[in-house]
């Protein structure tokens, strides 16, 4: 493949996975919103003009998220984590909040070197937070949005879009049976809905939840949402991937978290090999190694309801841990896929 082929595959938008699409009746939806863009994209490679690409999207000014049109927000703060993760914040207006549902993204809009880039990301602020909203981003050597944000400072203007997608989580209530698979092509949503693994339910006590690095984000919402709610008696089995000790987002909030009755927090660390140079409050829910077959049967095990798995992460972390669940016994309509 030719240097200019690759350039142009690094600019082709990405298609949404099914779990991406609220099916709400959003206007336009997720999937207008690809095929717009890959209609764009499609015109600029066949004329191989790259400036086609530049983007004349309408914009508004009066910081009311919403699908049809970006949003500017302004940077209020910029928190690094780790050497490639920062947690940007942005102002919202007075006490508003952004109007998302737990585990909804919103796409960001950068332009580098006079092309347009649009990626996605989830919030990880509450959703009743009033005057900000978060979002925790890992930035690449050679991606083109990370170039973007790595520029990011205080007081400069950031275009958003969204929300879209989504998990239908409610509080105390049976969690519908289904899978969304990461390599799964596009469905229309009312034929999703006839559709009999989406239609059936069963009784699920507890969220096991599995991420890998900044799929941590969607997550961190679900859990504060049923920590903030007294009445909610859902347990919750978070199971971190990270590389190192060093390198595990957000510990403090996390450390929070797990003081709750119904939370229990695991972390697997790939690249440490002994537990003992770790605090000794992490040492005992701590694994070293990657999450394996065997790992995650033992974790299945330990649950104190039948889980119902939420898992985000790289396509090859979903696929892995799909593959694992079902060798422990959890079928594919008890998960979902971010």
Not at 166 to 186: D, H, I, M
Not at 295 to 318: A, E
Request: with cysteine.
């Amino acid at each position: 493949m030719s240097d200019s082929e690759e350039d142009w595959l690094a600019l082709r938008p990405q298609e949404p996975s099914p779990s991406q699409c609220c099916g709400s009746g959003c206007k336009p939806c997720i999937y207008d919103v690809y095929e717009k863009e890959l209609a764009r994209w499609e015109r600029a490679k066949a004329m191989q003009d790259k400036s086609l690409l530049v983007g004349k999207e309408e914009q508004s000014n009066n910081s009311e998220l919403n699908p049809d049109t970006f949003t500017a927000f302004s940077v209020s703060s910029v928190q690094q984590l780790t050497e490639d993760t920062y947690q940007y914040k942005f102002e919202l207006p007075g006490n508003s909040s952004l109007p998302l549902s737990l585990g909804q993204h919103i796409v960001l809009r950068g332009v580098v070197n006079g092309l347009e880039v649009q990626r996605a990301y989830t919030p990880i602020s509450p959703r009743n937070a009033e005057g900000y909203f978060e979002v925790l981003i890992k930035c690449y050597e050679a991606g083109l949005m990370s170039q973007y944000i790595k520029t990011w400072k205080r007081g400069d203007v950031v275009f958003w879009r969204g929300p879209f997608g989504g998990f239908p989580y409610q509080p105390n209530k049976r969690l519908p049976g289904l899978l969304y698979s990461v390599t799964a092509l596009a469905v229309s949503w009312s034929a999703f809905l006839n559709c009999r693994i989406f239609n059936r339910e069963e009784e699920h006590g507890e969220l096991l939840m599995l991420a890998s690095g900044t799929g941590l984000a969607p997550m961190i919402p679900i859990l504060q949402s049923i920590t903030d709610d007294e009445e909610d008696e859902t347990f919750v089995t978070l199971v971190g991937c990270f590389p190192t000790f060093d390198k595990i987002y957000l510990k403090p909030l996390l450390q929070d978290l797990a003081r709750y009755w119904n939370i229990r927090i695991f972390y697997v660390l790939s690249q440490e090999t002994s537990l003992e140079e770790l605090p000794w409050s992490y040492q005992e829910n701590t694994y070293t190694g990657r999450l394996s077959e065997d790992l995650m049967k033992t974790i299945v095990n330990s649950c104190r309801r039948k889980p119902f798995v939420l898992i985000c992460g790289s396509s090859s972390f979903s696929e892995d841990m799909s593959r694992y669940l079902k060798a422990a016994g959890i079928e594919e309509d008890s998960c979902f896929v971010f």
